[in-house]
Structure formats: C-alpha cells, structure tokens
T-cell receptor, first 114, second 113 residues
Framework: AQSVTQLDSQVPVFEEAPVELRCNYSSSVSVYLFWYVQYPNQGLQLLLKYLSGSTLVKGINGFEAEFNKSQTSFHLRKPSVHISDTAEYFCAVLISGGYQKVTFGIGTKLQVIP | GAGVSQSPSNKVTEKGKDVELRCDPISGHTALYWYRQSLGQGLEFLIYFQGNSAPDKSGLPSDRFSAERTGGSVSTLTIQRTQQEDSAVYLC???????????FGSGTRLTVV
C-alpha cells in the first residue's frame, strides 16, 4: 500500500521569503502525486498534480513541485510567499492506473509572518 | 452543479443522536468519496463509490457509520448513535471516471456534545 509522509507539521516563514514544504511517499508501483491547499474553514483545493512527463510541475498561485523518483519525494516550493498563502497544505498519492482512493499526508500548516 | 455541494455546513448534535450528511457531486462525476478530517489527524478515508459497482467501505470506522448513493449522484453519510469522537469535518469529493484528482466540497463540521 502507498503512504505519504509530510515531515513538517508547521512551517513559519516571513512574507516574501521562499518556502519549501516537504513530502515523501512510499509505493512499490508508479504513482500520481498531488498537492492540495486548505484555507481556514474551507474544503481542499487542488494546487498541482504530477501524472507523467516533466518532473517539474507548476500549479496555481505561483507554486511548483518537483517529482524526484530516486528520492521518492514531491516537495512543494514557492519563491516568494504572501500573507494569503497562510493555509494547510496536503500532499497526496494515488497508484497510477488504479482506482481512485487517494492517500493523504497529515498536512503542513504554512504560517506567513508579516 | 458547478462544484461539490455539502450540507449542512455545520451540525451540532447531542451524543447518541443519529445524523445525516449530504453530498451532491459534480454532474457527470462517476466517483464519489467520503473522508473525515479530525484535528491533527489528516484526512481519513471512509468510503468510495464508483458508478454502479459495490462501494469500498473499508475505511468506515464502525458499524455506526453507513453511506448510500442514490441514482449514481447524491450521497448520504449516516452516523448512528453519535459519540464525541465522531466530531470532525466530513469531506466529500468527486472525480470523473478514471481521471486522477478529486474536487472537494467545503465539508460538514460535525460537533457532538
């Protein structure tokens, strides 16, 4: 079975600074990878996804992530964060070609400090 | 509809009462999922519906939990004899057939007092 590890439960960062949210996955087969964002009192919104092809994936709101198969990682990055990026971020994995039960990480709370 | 709709958005219930949570998926999405989000626990898979196939109920935490999906569209998650540990945000998501990635609803925040 696949699993996802988000190494940081909380990440504080100053406004306009870069940020990296870490995600590692475990699977014996090829996977699809996702990052979701959850703003306070809202549902989850898809930020970006890796299905195949280029390992650098660009998403909404200036975020990007890089799939690294050898390190089984899919870290999320943004070069300059805004206050509005304060939210919880979830990494998720789905076995490619399988049915749709996505496995989520425990989430990372990004706190942008003015 | 344009998105996944969940109702109610908030529900406060007394311990021991039954509750029903509703999810209206995106029109045409054949797959529907329920997840539970508890404080500090991430997202816990509950149940999955795909078209007319038998649902995957492997994530339901106890026999007090059940779900149905009528006509391949709207789904209802029922919790019987609610307990305080059932307090959580219940999230519904849908996706097109065999297309990776979900669209989530805004969730129902359930508080059992």
């Amino acid at each position: 079975a696949q699993s996802v590890t988000q190494l940081d439960s909380q990440v504080p960062v100053f406004e306009e600074a870069p940020v990296e949210l870490r995600c590692n996955y475990s699977s014996s087969v090829s996977v699809y990878l996702f990052w979701y964002v959850q703003y306070p009192n809202q549902g989850l919104q898809l930020l970006l996804k890796y299905l195949s092809g280029s390992t650098l994936v660009k998403g909404i709101n200036g975020f990007e992530a890089e799939f690294n198969k050898s390190q089984t990682s899919f870290h999320l990055r943004k070069p300059s964060v805004h206050i509005s990026d304060t939210a919880e971020y979830f990494c998720a994995v789905l076995i490619s070609g399988g049915y749709q039960k996505v496995t989520f990480g425990i989430g990372t709370k990004l706190q942008v400090i003015p | 509809g344009a998105g996944v709709s969940q109702s109610p958005s908030n529900k406060v219930t007394e311990k021991g009462k039954d509750v029903e949570l509703r999810c209206d998926p995106i029109s045409g999405h054949t797959a529907l999922y329920w997840y539970r989000q508890s404080l500090g626990q991430g997202l816990e898979f509950l149940i999955y519906f795909q078209g007319n196939s038998a649902p995957d109920k492997s994530g339901l935490p106890s026999d007090r939990f059940s779900a149905e999906r009528t006509g391949g569209s709207v789904s209802t998650l029922t919790i019987q004899r609610t307990q305080q540990e059932d307090s959580a945000v219940y999230l519904c998501a849908s996706s097109p057939n065999r297309a990776p990635g979900y669209t989530f609803g805004s969730g129902t925040r359930l508080t059992v007092v």
